[in-house]
């Protein structure tokens, strides 16, 4: 009897080994197989087989991982003290050296985000950080993802989320704005003075061709000037014009 259980208890004990040894990887999982501490292979999705004590398996996610990077503390190329964070997304390609290469990935890819953070945007000044964050985050994608590639990573892309400025400095940035503004404005008005001014002596020169001409504009200003009733209009009459009507003294 006692040799009956013990052979079911066996039965059993090798029973619940091979039924272990079976492991289920999903669609984005992959399983890095060793056997006796060294590489063996990386295997999944689906069933795999694992045999016990003798090979161990570690599972790695292939899906994108959103990181989002912890606001840094930097100095702008052009002095100027701004807080900026970021959200990268990456992804494992190569399981083997996700684990082998590197102790925690996730880990070091946060802290080499961090540190690229800094170094790279603290080449720039504050006008571009601000107005080509387009440009930044391409730079920053292709750095990190240089770096990572010899752990398996791929960073797909780098989008700097915000910066932030002290209150005297955006009090700063409106009144640059302001005068940049009016710097435009009177840069426009000094065209306008100038295109104005050239089509007057344009004017001038056609009118004074035909001296009758500067008459016939005179009498439309005074036209223009007259169709306000509440003002009165004294027109000094000029000598010239009786120049201009020869025939009109002939007859008379």
């Known amino acids: 009897m006692d040799s009956g259980f013990a052979a079911a208890g ?21 399983g890095v197989v060793f056997m006796l501490g060294r590489f063996w292979k990386a295997k999944g999705p689906g069933l795999v087989l694992v045999i016990p004590a003798i090979q161990q398996m570690v599972r790695v996610d292939l899906r994108t991982v959103v990181l989002d990077v912890p606001a840094q503390d ?10 900026v964070n970021a959200v990268v997304y990456f992804r494992v390609v190569d ?13 070091a890819t946060s802290q080499l985000a961090q540190t690229t953070l800094r170094s790279i945007l603290g080449k720039h000044e504050l ?25 398996g990573i791929k960073v797909s892309s780098v989008e700097i989320k915000r910066v932030d400025l002290d209150e ?6 409106a ?31 056609m009118l004074a061709k035909e001296p009758a001409a500067m008459q016939l504009r005179l009498m439309q200003t005074l036209t223009q000037v007259a169709s306000d009733r509440e003002s009165t209009i004294v027109f ?8 201009t009507l020869p025939s009109e003294r002939a007859a008379g």
Do not use: C
């Open 168 to 173: 005297s400095m955006v009090r700063a940035i």
């Open 10 to 30: 066996v039965i059993f004990l090798i029973a619940l080994i091979f039924i272990s040894a079976f492991r289920v990887l999903r669609e984005y999982e992959r």
């Open 236 to 243: 000094p009459l000029p000598i010239d014009i009786s120049n």
């Open 74 to 83: 930097l100095m702008s190329h052009d002095n100027v003290s701004v807080k």
């Open 95 to 107: 399981p083997e050296r996700a684990i082998i290469q590197i102790a925690n990935f996730r880990e």
């Open 127 to 151: 006008d571009e950080m601000l107005a080509e964050r387009e440009r930044l985050n391409l730079d920053l994608q292709a750095v990190l993802d240089l770096q990572t590639d010899a752990w």
């Open 175 to 205: 009144r640059q704005a302001e005068a940049e503004r009016e710097r435009r404005a009177k840069v426009i008005h000094a065209e306008g003075e100038l295109q104005a001014s050239l089509k007057l002596l344009a004017a001038a020169q």
